[in-house]
């Protein structure tokens, strides 16, 4: 049996790339998210008893999957004496066979996870409850990443999402992408977290891999169908290209051993430069505004980075005004000590570290693992030893993916 047969490796595999869009379907099928997800755990577990060898294996598991899990939610619905609410929405049962029949086509708006980020994004719904809800049903995140993401107890955030689901299906929230009046006053929240599917894949927040290629590839595709959805909205043009040009750099972002690469250290001549080509044009798309957003602020300075030949080539000071437009449009503790670590460039290690400080002495950044490392590249960088080992102790700490742990043990040992 080929590996790519094996039923064991076809479940994991299939789990990892499609259970984010067998969920949004099964979500948009039985108008109910928490009987999706666990009619999704069943479908999944039927096939770890039928999918035996490779003759068993469906010609198309996902469709398989969702109509699996379709007649499963149907016998729980009807084993738990809830056949009233069954009889409530036939068309979301009875039509789901042709519905998964042409699922495959997303030529169009009408993509399951795109319409399930509209729902997520509702306005009814709190801005945490918002990103919280999308990071577990589009990402998959557990309930723990999300709280240690969101830097919360886990019961809280359990809590916080069992509200969410439930205003959803109380409120009957409707399952789609808003008309056209409407998408604007969504739009910042479904960029926000189409964002987060995509830092979580390419900086995920806990685990051995610091790369979740599909999430990043997800969240690229979600970016693609908002420009198409609102191709007039500069800023859904600066997210798709700020995703473009940072994943375009995604293969040279760790050794063929898994260690960390520095920006600094990456061997240019692998970036993806069709793909780099591509950002540079929508940058340009993004910029042509009477206001620029943040997000076509952030395409600027990724814009800069990839354009430069070398990384002695990189142009520091305009990167480094680029981030005080940013603090003056969306000002945050993380944009401040990306704009400090841009100043040192410009400015020297001592200056970017009198900025530093100055975060650090607030705490809203304690917990912050980079904010540390920052700190500490500085202070090596000015020959102080001691304090250099003592931020990057702290820095080691605080992170929790390990390739990362790895750079900071490495660091710690040179200083």
Not at 86 to 100: D, F, K, M, Y
Not at 248 to 255: D, E, I, N, P, V
Not at 337 to 355: K, P, S
Not at 368 to 392: I, K, M, S, T, V
Request: proline share 4%.
């Amino acid at each position: 049996m080929s590996a790519g047969r094996d039923p064991k490796r076809v479940i994991a595999r299939t789990f990892r790339e499609e259970s984010a869009r067998i969920l949004a379907t099964l979500i948009r099928l039985l108008g109910d998210f928490d009987l999706a997800e666990e009619a999704m755990q069943d479908a999944f577990a039927v096939a770890v008893e039928q999918w035996t060898s490779a003759d068993a294996i469906p010609n198309n598991p996902r469709s398989w999957l969702i109509s699996t899990a379709r007649f499963r939610a149907i016998d729980r619905l009807r084993r738990d004496a809830r056949a009233e609410r069954l009889s409530t929405a036939p068309p979301l049962i009875e039509t789901s066979v042709s519905l998964v029949a042409t699922d495959d086509d997303e030529s169009g708006v009408a993509d399951d996870r795109l319409r399930l980020i509209f729902t997520c994004c509702h306005p009814a719904l709190a801005r945490e409850a918002q990103v919280a809800l999308t990071l577990r049903t589009i990402c998959g995140l557990t309930t723990e990443e999300i709280a240690r993401a969101f830097l919360v107890p886990v019961p809280t955030m359990a809590q916080r999402l069992v509200r969410a689901t439930g205003k959803i299906r109380d409120a009957r929230i409707p399952y789609r992408v808003p008309v056209a009046s409407e998408l604007a006053d969504r739009l910042d929240s479904v960029l926000a977290v189409v964002y987060l599917v995509f830092t979580e894949g390419y900086a995920a927040t806990n685990g051995d891999d610091l790369i979740r290629r599909e999430l990043c590839g997800e969240a690229i595709r979600l970016g693609r169908l908002l420009v198409e959805l609102m191709p007039s909205a500069s800023e859904a043009q600066g997210l798709l290209a700020l995703m473009l040009l940072h994943d375009a750099r995604r293969a040279t972002r760790l050794s063929p051993t898994g260690e960390l690469v520095l920006l600094e250290e990456q061997d240019r001549s692998q970036w993806d430069r069709p793909q780099i080509d591509e950002g540079l044009v929508r940058v340009e798309s993004a910029l042509r505004t009477m206001r620029v957003g943040p997000y076509a602020v952030q395409s600027a300075i990724a814009a800069l980075h990839s354009s430069a030949t070398t990384a002695a080539d990189t142009d520091w000071r305009q990167i480094a005004a680029l981030y005080s437009l940013l603090l003056s449009r969306e000002p945050s503790p993380v944009v401040e000590l990306n704009h400090a670590v841009a100043v040192a460039m410009v400015d020297g290690a001592e200056q970017g570290l009198l900025l530093l400080d100055a975060i650090a002495a607030r705490g809203e950044l304690d917990e912050y693992h980079l904010l540390h490392a920052a700190r500490a590249d500085l202070l090596r960088r000015l020959g102080r030893r001691d304090e250099a080992h003592e931020a990057y102790r702290q820095a080691l700490e605080l992170a929790s993916l390990e390739p990362e742990r790895r750079f900071l043990i490495r660091r710690i040992a040179e200083v």
